[in-house]
Nanobody
Framework: QVHLVESGGGLVQAGGSLRLSCVAS????????MGWFRQAPGKEREFVAA????????YYADSVKGRFTISRDNAKDTVLLQMNSLKPEDAAVYYC???????????????????WGQGTQVTVSS
């Protein structure tokens, strides 16, 4: 079965850190640009970060730039998101996905690993 499983979320105080993990099963991530999205209650899912297939390039939403770091280990079919200096506004369910971008550099999810996973909840207390 082809799917992605996110983990690593939890409750953290503002200013704290979490590391999210996304593991692929049934298909290798090695040829895909991979990314993270998040969705807070009542809001649309939004792009957070992306990393090229070989890890050479990474991209971030302005809201997380300088605080979050995306990385990958193709041998383990794993994508990580290190989140530092967390803010209450970072609270959301976080999802990973293969991604692509429009000519206007708007990132969007593609789904060679099936539909969205269950995500992992991040809660940040102030």
């Amino acid at each position: 079965q082809v799917h992605l499983v996110e983990s690593g979320g939890g409750l953290v105080q503002a200013g704290g850190s979490l590391r999210l993990s996304c593991v692929a099963s049934g298909r290798s991530i090695s040829t895909y640009t991979m990314g993270w999205f998040r969705q807070a209650p009542g809001k649309e899912r939004e792009f957070v970060a992306a990393i090229s297939w070989n890890g050479a390039r990474s991209y971030y939403a302005d809201s997380v730039k300088g605080r979050f770091t995306i990385s990958r280990d193709n041998a383990k079919d794993t994508v990580l998101l290190q989140m530092n200096s967390l803010k209450p506004e970072d609270a959301a369910v976080y999802y990973c996905s293969a991604v692509d971008k429009t000519p206007e550099s708007n990132w969007y999810a593609i789904h060679p690993f099936g539909s969205w996973g269950q995500g992992t909840q991040v809660t940040v207390s102030s």
